[in-house]
């Protein structure tokens, strides 16, 4: 996401002409869109935001369980 909102950024300053970014080429200017796109194919393809999309239902599951286990007077038992 990040690489995306350099992307917009730099496409706003260029188009605007707004300092030195209004002499670059649109090929540096449309650069990090492809960047951008060859990321999020790799991402998917390696599993990584299927792995990160895991990762964050299972801290949400264990914060769930904590609470539930503090509302009902246990103490949390301490990480092995």
Same mark, same amino acid.
């Given at each position: 996401?990040?690489? #995306?909102?350099? %992307? #917009? ?11 030195? =970014?209004?002499? $670059? %080429? $649109? ?12 990321? $999020?194919?790799?991402?998917?393809? %390696?599993?990584?935001?299927? &792995?990160?999309? =895991?990762?964050?239902?299972?801290? &949400?599951?264990?914060? &769930? ?6 509302? #009902? ?8």
């Amino acid at each position: 996401m990040y690489l #995306l909102g350099l %992307s #917009l950024i730099i496409l706003a300053l260029k188009y605007f002409e707004i300092g030195p =970014v209004a002499q $670059w %080429s $649109w090929w540096w200017v449309m650069a990090p869109f492809g960047a951008t796109a060859l990321w $999020w194919a790799w991402a998917d393809s %390696s599993g990584y935001t299927k &792995r990160k999309a =895991v990762e964050k239902m299972e801290q &949400r599951k264990k914060d &769930r369980i904590e609470k539930h286990k503090e509302a #009902l007077g246990m103490k949390p038992r301490k990480p092995r």
